[in-house]
């Protein structure tokens, strides 16, 4: 067993995982506001754009407590996650749809942040930084508000209009 790699490894390269997550994130959540019929869904995506914003602030200064430069690595699941959301936004174009496949889209978004920040807040634990532990949890309470507010969308009127 390689005895070199530890968890403070394991942690920084999880922080450049979600960090390369976030700007994906960021850059593809004005593409869904734009294609989002619904204006509510349109302000959530609004509103999650700007928080990414700060998250990613966030990111950045636990990099800055470990003393390392921000660098994000690639990270494959968001890409397909991604992915997923534009064949959404190509395929259902003009239909009814749309927007439940968006919200389904955000939805998985979210549920991969999610579990990354949980992720960390509990190596950050394990390792006690309790400075990062505080800015992880902040993200985290983000991440888990903004899917609670896609689920009430999707329950006041997207999945209702897509039934019609
Ligand atoms: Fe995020
Ligand atoms: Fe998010």
């Given at each position: 067993m390689a005895a070199d790699k530890d968890l403070n490894e394991l942690f920084l390269d999880t922080l450049k995982d979600i960090y390369y997550a976030e700007k994906q994130i960021l850059k593809t959540l004005p593409k869904m506001a734009k294609a989002a019929q619904s204006e509510k869904l349109q302000q959530a995506f609004q509103k999650h754009h700007d928080e990414t914003e700060g998250q990613i602030e966030r990111l950045e200064q636990i990099f800055e407590l470990l003393g390392k430069p921000a660098r994000g690595k690639k990270c494959d699941a968001i890409e397909g996650i991604i992915d997923e959301g534009k064949e959404i936004m190509d395929e259902y174009?003009?239909?009814?749809a749309l927007d439940a496949g968006l919200l389904a889209a955000a939805q998985a978004v979210e549920h991969y942040e999610i579990s990354r920040y949980g992720t960390l807040k509990s190596w950050a634990t394990k390792m006690d930084l309790k400075q990062a532990i505080k800015l992880l949890d902040q993200t985290l309470a983000e991440e888990k508000k903004t899917d609670e507010l896609l689920t009430k969308v999707a329950e006041s009127e997207v999945n209702y209009e897509a039934a019609a």
């Open positions: 174009k003009g239909t009814s």
